[in-house]
């Protein structure tokens, strides 16, 4: 399922994109009950309670959006021109993970990581799919970061590494925007600062569930900067893979349903470019994940 949070009529649901169309899971669901003649179920108003309910719950929108798809189901469909897109949920935290394509530390550069390098981004980063991400006077140098965005499904810790894809619900697209000059430009660097901005984490612009991805070893990204392609890579080339960076975090932390893991970004990024490039107000993105979705924001600047 492509999960979705969006408005409509004046109300935030939660839904599924079926084609060029979304549903809301729980009017599907209740018509599904009705035809079925079962009494009503309900589900969680937002998608971190979907995920916090468990795999039952996913079972019963799955079921809610196959109902939907029949054809004499659909006035349960609405065109997804109709509707905002929004994040598709909101964090209960981020972990983000840096240097984490062989490609992309050696532009950085310095010593081999023996262990992931975390950082955070707070809930206030997050904006959604088409969002304007207003750039601060004072970020000196914005720059771009194509990644896997990881959704935690399930209470995680100390998790095997072999089992550790089990606590996944599924996968979004994530620009894990950085300014630089936070980061690199003082002299006690302010990694988790500079990237956490408001508006600094775009995700979306669904919530793709694990059985559709399939197992996260050969998946595409790409970045495109005002149609200009300035990332590619594949996350068969991340160092710490998704199961290995879930199985680490989990030993230190309990990684909860809607939790969120940025895994990381290929080479490209604009400020190890020669010379350094930063994102300007006006410019617009466009961050492709295989089997994941598309995710597309511009940029602004403040008054």
């Known amino acids: 399922m492509k999960l979705v949070t969006f408005e409509a009529d004046g109300a935030t649901r939660i839904g599924a994109v079926l084609g060029e169309a979304v549903v809301a899971l729980q009017p599907a669901l209740e018509a599904a009950c009705a035809a079925a003649g079962e009494a009503p179920q309900r589900l969680p108003e937002d998608m971190r309670g979907l995920l916090a ?15 939907a798809a029949r054809p004499e189901s659909v006035a349960l469909r609405r065109p997804l021109s109709t509707v905002k897109l929004c994040a598709p949920l909101q964090p209960g935290k981020i972990l983000g993970v840096g240097r984490n394509y062989a490609d992309h530390a050696k532009e950085v550069g310095g010593p081999k990581l023996e262990a992931p390098r975390i950082f955070l981004k707070p809930t206030s980063s997050v904006c959604g799919p088409g969002s304007v991400v207003t750039i601060p006077k004072a970020a000196l140098k914005p720059d771009w970061e194509v990644e896997l965005g990881v959704v935690i499904g399930r209470p995680a810790r100390n998790v095997p590494e072999g089992t550790a894809l089990d606590t996944i619900a599924g996968y979004t697209v994530l620009n894990d925007l950085t300014d630089r000059a936070l980061q690199f430009d003082h002299p006690i660097g302010m990694t988790s600062f500079g990237k956490g901005l408001d508006g600094f984490c775009p995700i979306g612009p669904y919530l793709t569930t694990a059985d559709e991805v399939g197992e996260p070893w050969q998946l595409g990204l790409r970045c495109f900067l005002n149609g200009e392609k300035v990332q590619e890579g594949n996350t068969h080339d991340l160092i710490f893979s998704v199961a290995a960076l879930v199985a680490w975090l989990s030993r230190f932390v309990t990684l909860q349903p809607g939790d969120v ?3 990381g970004t290929p080479a490209g990024v604009g400020h190890f470019r020669t010379p350094p490039r930063y994102l300007q107000p006006g410019d617009k993105l466009r961050l492709e994940v295989d089997r994941v979705g598309v995710l597309e924001h511009g940029i602004g600047g403040e008054a």
């Open 53 to 67: 309910a468990g795999e039952a719950a996913l079972v019963t929108a799955a079921r809610a959006v196959a109902f």
């Open 261 to 263: 893991i940025a895994t």
